[in-house]
């Protein structure tokens, strides 16, 4: 990354196996956000990454992309607007149904987050069958943001996410 010392994150995730049920290989991010230089040096890339795109808000899929996707809009000094699960968000809200490497889920957007035409990144902090960023893109794009990037610290390349979400710029830190 252009002006940031290179670092191996890799070695700041942690594998668990059969959580949060039998089969699933969990990417724990924990590790890596109590480094302090391993978590600043994931949020300066990934700032870097969209600093030109000039977003005016950051979108964050609750919970982990919140502890992501808010240091980023607060460096680059655009908005932040959660997506929270069902039935979280207090105001008038438009809802997205989707399903996960394991189970099902209903995202909540507000309805005046987004303005007709605003450029919007999305972030999480990652990527696997790609069902949620599909739907948060649905969100976004029904409330008439324009999608600029859509960034992870990790993606599990095996399943494919990219190709449920294939005409936006994706980025990522580390590919499993
Ligand atoms: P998906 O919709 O399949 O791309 O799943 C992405 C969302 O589920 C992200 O918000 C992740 O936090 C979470 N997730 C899915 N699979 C895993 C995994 N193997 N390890 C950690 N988090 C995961």
């Known amino acids: 990354m252009k002006g940031l010392k290179a670092m191996d994150l890799d070695r700041y995730i942690r594998?668990?196996?059969?959580?949060?049920?039998?089969?699933?290989?969990?990417?724990d991010i924990t590790p890596l956000l109590k480094d302090k230089e391993a978590y600043r040096y994931a949020i300066d890339s990934l700032t870097a990454l969209f600093r030109e795109c000039r977003p005016d808000a950051i979108v964050g899929i609750e919970a982990r992309g919140y502890i992501i996707g808010a240091p980023v809009a607060y460096i680059l000094g655009c908005g932040?607007?959660?997506?929270?699960?069902?039935g979280k968000l207090p105001a008038k809200t438009i809802s997205s149904t989707y399903e996960l490497e394991y189970g099902y889920?209903?995202?909540?957007?507000?309805v005046d987050a987004i303005q007709e035409g605003e450029k919007i990144?999305?972030?999480?902090?990652?990527?696997?069958?790609?069902?949620?960023?599909?739907?948060?893109i649905e969100l976004v794009e029904k409330l008439?943001?324009?999608i600029a990037g859509i960034g992870y610290i990790v993606e599990l390349e095996f399943l494919r996410?990219?190709?449920?979400?294939p005409s936006y710029p994706v980025h990522?830190?580390?590919q499993f």
Do not use: W
Request: net charge positive.
């Open 121 to 136: 990144v999305i972030i999480d902090d990652l990527l696997a069958t790609g069902g949620t960023t599909a739907a948060v």
């Open 161 to 165: 996410g990219r190709s449920k979400i």
């Open 15 to 27: 594998n668990i196996p059969d959580f949060p049920k039998p089969g699933i290989q969990f990417k």
């Open 80 to 86: 932040f607007v959660p997506v929270r699960k069902q």
């Open 172 to 174: 990522s830190l580390i």
């Open 144 to 146: 008439g943001g324009e």
């Open 105 to 110: 889920a209903t995202l909540d957007i507000h």
